[in-house]
Each structure stands twice: as C-alpha cells, then as structure tokens.
C-alpha cells in the first residue's frame, strides 16, 4: 500500500477522468506541488468536511486535521504548473481514480495517507441505459438554462459513452452543495451514482426552470415599462410642441399624497386608476379638473387617521361639570360611554340624541363631549336641507358635484373618530331631489356605516369610528325609523333657580369678558339677575338671559366710558 501526501481541498472535489485548474496561495501548498512536481507527480487530493454546517473556504485548506477529511478522495495528478510572480501557483490536476484514505497522519510540513483504490462496480443492464439517458437528457436541459455552463459542454457531453465518466463529468460541472459533492464521489456502484445525480439533477432543473420563469416575468415588465416610458416621452414631446402643460409635478405630489392618505384596497385600486387616466388627459380639459377635484378628495379624507380617546372618568366629570349645570342625566350616559368604551375599546355605542328647547345647551354639551374623549370636534347644520344629496354627496356626472356634509366633515376635522353633532335633525325636509332623512338612516346604524357610500367617491368608508350626536326641538317631525336608530335624552330646560346658578357661573363671567369690564369693574347682585330671570325672561333655556345679561353690561360699559371721557 503506497503512502501520499495529501493535498486538502475546500468547496472543490475532483472527480476521475476530469482535468480541473487549482489557485494555491498558501506557501505550504506551493511546497508540496514543487516536490511532487520533481517526483512521479501524483498526490491525494483530500475533500475537507463542512465545520458546523459552515462550507470551508475555496482552494487549500493546509491546516486541515486528519478526521477534518472525507474517507473517500481522488488519486490525482499534476499535469500542469504555472509560478506566478507573487509565490502562488496555477496548477492542471487530472483525477486518475477513486481513493479511500487510510492512517491519515499529519507529516512534518503536510498530511500523509496511506490509500486503497475505490473499483467501480457497473452492471450493464437497461435500467442503467435508461439512467444514462435521463442524466443526459437533463443536464442537456441544465446546459441550456444555467448561466454558469457554457454551451460546448453539448459536444463534450456527447462523446461520453461509459456510465461511470458520464456520471463523473455531470458531477464535476454540476452547481451542488459540498456535502452532495462529496456523496456522489463516495458511491462505487455506478448504477446508484445515477440515480442519486439524477434526483440532484431534477432539484437543480426545479430551481432554475423558476428562476428562468421570474426572469421572463420581470424582462416582459421592463420592457412594458420601457415601452409606457418611451410612449410618455413622446406624448410629452407632444405637448409642449402644443404649448400644453403637462402638471407632471403636480401629479406626483398628488400621487404621494394618496400613498400617504393609506386608502383602503377598494379605493386605493380607484384612485390608482384615475390617477392614471388623468396623466394621460389634457390639462387644459375640463375634465382633467373634475378628476384632479376627484383625487384631492381621496388625497384629503382621514382613511387611517385616529385620534386616541381619553377614558379618564374623573377628568370628564371635571369637564363636564365645568362648562355645564346640573344635566346629571345627561352627564352620567356620557360617562357610562367612557365606562363601556375602557371595558371594551372595540364597542359601538349608541346614536345619542339631545331633545329640547332653544338655549338649553345641547351644542355646547356636544362641545364638552368631544373635550372630554379627546376627540376633535365638528359640526353638520341639517336645519332646511331637502334634498339627499346634501347627505350622500352627488354624482360626478353633474356639473359642480362635491361630497355630501358627512364626508366633507370629516375632510374639516381631518380624523376618522371625531365627535360629529348632526344639528337640528327635525328641520330637515323632503321635495322632489329625495328624502335627507332617509339618507341619514345608513349614516346612523352601526351595523350599515362600516361601508357607508357616498355617491361621489362612489367607494365605502367607515363611519364606525364617528360618535354622532343629533339635535333636535322637537321629536315630531323625525321620522319612526330614523327615531329607532337614536337613543333619546331629553334636556327639559331649567328652573329659575337653575338659571341663577348658570347666570352665576357662566353667563355673567363670559360677557364680562366680552364687554371689556372684568369683575372689578361691574357686578349684577343676586336680587338684580332674580328679576331678570322673573321678569325678563319666559324661555326654557338661558339664551335669552345671556342677552339681557349683555344688555345690563353695556349700559355698565357706557357709564364707565363717560366717567373716564374728558370734561
């Protein structure tokens, strides 16, 4: 049994027949070729094992230990030689045959093995005819789709007839993984060599056929692409030949905006297009105004913008007792909605309504709501609106069309979850252009806003997050079912005592500051404002006595001009 030194390879196996080029940069591996080089030329070319799932690096690996090496490497032989000026070498190795290596010792400068040639065990019969033809047939296929093989391996792989070096040369120029590399060198019977390269042959082809078809897919896009660019140049060129605008900086800052607005799939699928259309429009047409009008309604409306509620029961109670008297009714279901809404973020509540008299502060409830929540607040007057669209919005096909109040609200407040007071719902009325009334019942039912409508963006938004708050005079003029849709809080007026208390806290104060006086100035005494409230005013609520109130402070103003005037 001859004993060799060893030559260890990483990333590289050299199978038998094959003839590859080897660059070595380590001097100990540069040694070792120059003595085998002045001797019979002939060496172990050892293939190091992966260390922890980790490939070894490319070319020599001479610190190798012996149990680092396969049991099965190649006999091999130097063919060629080539010293490079910077002490590496370019060296031709051929792989003579199949070796196992045996009492693998480290030398003094390099490794030294004992080996026993590996013979090949071939049965001619047709199961390996037919092996021989797959393997040919799809590394044929290999050839024509890999990027890494040159087509001249046709010619070459068509004068290979024994099995064993066909076997040898598909595995030498197959792309495969160090371990299979190493397994395929292993096998003896040529017959199971096929079958095994043939399943790493089938992976291969399943990997490249897939990477072919996403690079067909993503040429055919450019090449849409190149020829949409090559088609806007030229229409472009047009235009300004034409001495028309093209706005192309304005219909990107516009299409930035809609990516930012996070459109729901349905209306961002819409927007994208019109905003294509537009592109391609005039900017002198009228049109291209009416679809530019369009997208600044996509661009404008809060599809993902919320505002965080403040659930602090305390705080609201202070709010609320701030800016308003007594009402303990009203206060309590508001925080009750604050109580249900902390136990169940998700909840949808219900349609408050507020029913009274004028004055008796059902706006200004709705404003402390709002402050309460830490929501923002807005408003929509329904007083005399007749016709449906007012609600839903138009249609695009008339001239002038625009959303409906509710949209356009929440455009104002720029938030999806505001508190939006639909005020004087029993104003409302109904003629030829349809029933607003009846508009407002899919506005109002939780269970039917989520994909509310609006006839001009023609696309659902999601009203769930709007507390609405309607308010109204009187009950009958609102109909049954929009009724139904609302939960009803009757805010009766106040009792003269009521009224004192309110004049005190809230009325007197305010128009102080607003006549200039302060309360160093002016003051109204409890018996004055008892007549005033006796005697001057007849109303439920305490609007009328708030302009009694002013009326007294102007005179009070009055007086303290003249005594301030020159003589």
């Not at 030194?5 to 990333?11: F, K, N, R, T």
């Not at 109670?317 to 604050?338: F, G, S, W």
């Amino acid at each position: 049994m001859e004993r060799l030194p060893v030559l260890p390879l990483g990333q590289l196996v050299v199978y038998p027949h094959v003839v590859l080029p080897l660059a070595l940069t380590d001097p100990k591996a540069v040694q070792l070729i120059d003595e085998i080089i002045q001797g019979d030329k002939r060496l172990l070319l050892g293939v190091v094992k992966p260390a922890g799932g980790i490939e070894p690096p490319e070319g020599a690996v001479m610190a190798t230990l012996p149990d680092q090496l396969y049991d099965i490497g190649t006999l091999g032989a130097v063919v060629r030689m080539l010293k490079l000026g910077d002490g590496s070498v370019r060296v031709m190795v051929q792989g003579l045959e199949r070796a196992r290596l045996q009492a693998v010792s480290q030398g003094e400068r390099y490794l030294m093995a004992d080996y026993q040639p590996l013979a090949e065990n071939l049965l001619e019969d047709a199961r390996t005819e037919a092996l021989k033809r797959t393997v040919i047939a799809q590394f044929s296929r290999v050839i024509d789709i890999a990027p890494y093989l040159g087509a001249e391996l046709h010619e070459v792989l068509a004068g290979i007839t024994e099995a064993g070096k066909l076997a040898d040369f598909i595995a030498a120029n197959l792309d495969l993984a160090l371990p299979a590399k190493a397994e395929l060198l292993a096998v003896d019977d040529v017959t199971h060599r096929l079958e095994r390269l043939a399943e790493f042959l089938q992976q291969e082809l399943e990997v490249l056929e897939v990477g072919t078809q996403i690079q067909e897919k993503v040429k055919s896009r450019l090449e849409q692409n190149q020829r949409e660019y090559v088609l806007r140049e030229q229409l472009q060129v047009i235009r300004q030949e034409l001495g028309e605008d093209t706005g192309d900086d304005e219909l990107d800052e516009l299409a930035q905006r809609i990516e930012q607005a996070q459109l729901s799939p349905e209306a961002a699928k819409v927007a994208e297009r019109e905003l294509k259309r537009l592109r391609q429009m005039s900017p002198q047409s009228a049109e291209y105004q009416v679809a530019r009008t369009y997208l600044d309604v996509f661009a404008t409306l809060p599809w993902t913008k919320v505002s965080q509620d403040r659930l602090d029961l305390k705080a609201a109670r202070e709010i609320l007792d701030r800016d308003h008297y007594d009402l303990k009714t009203v206060k309590e279901r508001i925080l009750e909605y604050l109580a249900v809404r902390t136990l169940n973020p998700d909840a949808k509540g219900s349609i408050l309504c507020f029913v009274g008299p004028p004055g008796v502060g059902k706006t200004s409830l709705g404003q402390s709501i709002a402050e309460a929540l830490g929501r923002k607040f807005t408003r929509v007057s329904l007083g005399g609106v007749r016709d449906e669209a007012e609600v839903r919005g138009h249609r695009r096909t008339y001239v002038g069309a625009i959303p409906g109040r509710i949209l356009h609200a929440l455009q104002r407040c720029e938030t999806r979850n505001p508190v939006l007071m639909l005020d004087e719902v029993d104003k409302m009325g109904a003629d030829v252009r349809g029933d607003p009334t009846a508009a407002l019942l899919e506005v109002l039912d939780p269970a039917q806003n989520t994909t509310f409508v609006d006839h001009y963006l023609e696309v659902p938004f999601d009203l769930s997050g709007v507390m609405f708050i309607a308010t109204a005079n009187s009950l009958a003029p609102i109909p049954d079912p929009l009724l139904d849709r609302m939960e009803l809080l009757t805010l009766i007026g106040y009792t003269p005592a009521e009224k004192l208390q309110i004049a005190r806290r809230y009325l007197l104060p305010r128009q102080l500051k607003e006549t200039g006086l302060g309360g160093e100035r002016a003051a109204v005494a409890d018996g004055a404002m008892e007549r005033l409230i006796a005697e001057y005013t007849r109303e439920a609520g305490v609007r009328q006595l708030e302009r009694e109130i002013q009326g007294v402070l102007r005179k009070a103003a009055l007086e303290v001009v003249r005594r301030r005037a020159p003589a």
